[in-house]
């Protein structure tokens, strides 16, 4: 069973955990400086990020939830307000992918974007990550690629 979890410092530790186990950084953060992998400043830049974004009152921008999977961190979903409009963003742990987690959780994603009143529900991913690509043509997207960008947008009934 997958559920999202609201983003609360006790999440986000096991939002951390779940990265570190899963995922390389640049796959779920912005670069930092510094060799490869879970360094202890990546670490510290990983809960800077969420926290200023999420969780902080005076610079939250989105609505954070890690994902859960039989009661097991498995990845973040983010919503993201822009005008009438929500961008989501899902990550997942290596072993987290291919097992139709991504479906429910954006399944979920939309029916926040819809209780909450927005108008569109936007996405974007790469060129390349045809799962991603698949997921959101599945869910009736419209999609337009601008070199490796693809963009997704699904008008929402109110």
């Known amino acids: 069973m997958t559920s999202l979890t609201p983003l609360d410092e006790a999440a986000l530790a096991r939002l951390l955990e779940a990265a570190e186990a899963g995922a390389d950084p640049l796959e779920v953060m912005p670069p930092v400086d510094g060799p490869p992998g879970w360094t202890p400043a990546r670490r510290a830049a990983f809960l800077a990020f969420h926290r200023a974004r999420s969780l902080d009152p005076a610079t939250a921008v989105e609505r954070t ?18 005008g ?75």
């Open 84 to 158: 009438d409009a929500v961008e989501a963003g899902i990550w997942l742990t290596r072993a987290a992918r291919g097992r139709g987690i991504g479906r429910q959780v954006t399944a979920l994603l939309l029916a926040e974007a819809r209780a909450g009143g927005a108008a569109r529900f936007i996405a974007t991913t790469t060129a390349g990550n045809a799962g991603a690509r698949s997921l959101l043509a599945g869910i009736g997207a419209a999609l337009t690629a601008d070199g490796d960008e693809v963009s997704a947008v699904v008008p929402l009934e109110p």
């Open 65 to 82: 939830w890690v994902i859960d999977t039989d009661g097991t961190a498995v990845g973040a979903a983010r919503l993201e307000p822009h």
